[in-house]
T-cell receptor, first 113, second 115 residues
Framework: AQSVTQLGSHVSVSEGALVLLRCNYS??????LFWYVQYPNQGLQLLLK??????LVKGINGFEAEFKKSETSFHLTKPSAHMSDAAEYFC???????????FGGGTRLMVKP | NAGVTQTPKFQVLKTGQSMTLQCAQD?????MYWYRQDPGMGLRLIYY???????DKGEVPNGYNVSRLNKREFSLRLESAAPSQTSVYFC??????????????FGQGTRLTVV
């Protein structure tokens, strides 16, 4: 079974500071990994996805994530936080058939002015 | 383009009552899902349907039933609601095009309270 673990349920950064949200995965086969964002009272929307084409993946809103097989990690970063980045972020992995998406527990990002 | 539409947005039930959450997608996706979201637990899969006519249990299926009415619609039924089913429910759909080429689209959620 595949799973993801997000370290830190809450992360607080100052506006303009680096954002780093951690995700580690467990998979017996090469995984397909995703980051989703959820703004208050909304559904989830895709930030970026790793499909094995490139280890550094760029997403929307200036976010990127790097797949590191040796560390079984897929951490999400953004060089400079903006107030509008405050949201909950979910890492997810899909099975090989692509019909079951498993989510981590989520990390709530708070951005201080 | 509506994407994934869920109804209702809010619902309050009394313990023991039944209700059906409706979900429809207009993207011609084969796969559809029902998740529940609880604080600190992320999204947990209740049921999914890989294609029209098939349904499978996810991580937390107890107390729920589903129907894949057609390719567009996937409903979730609570036969006898319990306070433990108080949660936010999300429907999602996706299409698998191989090698990770997929994206799940989510509805806006249904906030259910069971008293």
């Amino acid at each position: 079974a595949q799973s993801v673990t997000q370290l830190g349920s809450h992360v607080s950064v100052s506006e303009g500071a680096l954002v780093l949200l951690r995700c580690n995965y467990s998979s017996s086969v090469p995984p397909y990994l995703f980051w989703y964002v959820q703004y208050p009272n909304q559904g989830l929307q895709l930030l970026l996805k790793y499909t094995s084409a490139a280890t550094l993946v760029k997403g929307i809103n200036g976010f990127e994530a790097e797949f590191k097989k040796s560390e079984t990690s897929f951490h999400l970063t953004k060089p400079s936080a903006h107030m509008s980045d405050a949201a909950e972020y979910f890492c997810a992995v899909t099975n090989n058939a692509g019909n079951m998406l498993t989510f981590g527990g989520g990390t709530r990002l708070m951005v201080k002015p | 383009n509506a994407g994934v539409t869920q109804t209702p947005k809010f619902q309050v039930l009394k313990t023991g009552q039944s209700m059906t959450l409706q979900c429809a997608q207009d993207m011609n996706h084969n796969s559809m899902y029902w998740y529940r979201q609880d604080p600190g637990m992320g999204l947990r899969l209740i049921y999914y349907s890989a294609s029209e006519g098939t349904t499978d249990k996810g991580e937390v299926p107890n107390g729920y039933n589903v129907s894949r009415l057609n390719k567009r619609e996937f409903s979730l039924r609570l036969e006898s609601a319990a306070p433990s089913q108080t949660s936010v429910y999300f429907c999602a759909s996706s299409e698998w095009r191989g090698r990770g080429n997929t994206e799940a689209f989510f509805g806006q959620g249904t906030r259910l309270t069971v008293v």
